[in-house]
């Protein structure tokens, strides 16, 4: 297990209002040398690898993608290699630094543009021995790790750690997170309405994508939930993109800086859009209870880029995948 769970859950009385509380659930906080929602995800797909006898995982992320990295530092642990088909991404100093400890940490890196430039080359890098995982780690085996957190959380509001939530906010970008998520509290006979908060296009995630996926991880479990359940338990909001994946925003931003008052250090990508629908949650005073489920690791980079080459030591084919 690389995860120690459970994960903290904190009331942050500082944004929270007299009608609305609001809760974070600190998957930041997933593991020590690199947390955020993935670590969930490999807690199931790096056993399901080696089961497998899996001696290479083939996977695809933006230039700059957390779980890229994740699956890097996690399998090579293990001995598994790893080879990233890279996406182009809007630049960001972040983003930078994510494909920087990729590499440190042992990343074979193909610079695949467009998904076009994906799927040409995906024939050509596979081999026996590999295991292909999709985008995010969200097939239907990663997407278990999240119906378990769900499941966590329930023990945690059993246990009197938290008010149960009226709605749960969290990103929505491959999905399995959100669907793990849906399925789990369904499972749980939680009521929790999931906002799943959309930061890729509406072609890449959607609702029907992400109940298919939260039916495939129960199928996977000894858990059950009816459709009817599932499908009242997820709002999918298009609401805070903005000019599209990776492109920070104005809301996003200023959600970022009250976070940083509050302790939390966000993303431009993923979590301070997210936040930033949170907090509008929170001020519209229609929930008591909004819980925010933090997905961006809190571990210090310091560490992971001590071995990584410079930005400018990058291959020019990767850099040039930074717009
Ligand atoms: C990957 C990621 C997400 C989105 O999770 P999905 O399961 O891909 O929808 C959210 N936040 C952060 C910080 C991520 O890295």
Known sequence: MIGRYPTPIERFAGLSTPRTTLWVKRDDLTAPRYGGNKVRKLDFLLPEAERRGVRRIVTIGAAGSHHVLATTLYARERGIDVVGLMTSQPRSPHAVEMLRASLGAGLDARAAPRMSDVLRLLPSVRRKGDWVVPPGGSNPVGTVGYLEAAIELAEQIDRGEAEAPDVVVVALGSGGTA?????????????????????????????????ALAKAALARSVLRASTAALFRGLEVDGGWLGRGYGHPTDEGEAASARAADHGLGLDPTYTAKTFAAALARVESGAARHVLYWHTLSSAPMAPLLASAPAEADLAPELAALFR
């Open 179 to 211: 669907a793990g998520i849906v399925a789990g509290l369904a499972a749980a006979g939680l009521a929790a309405k999931v906002v799943a908060v959309r930061i890729v296009p509406p072609s890449l995630a959607g609702a029907g994508r992400t109940l």
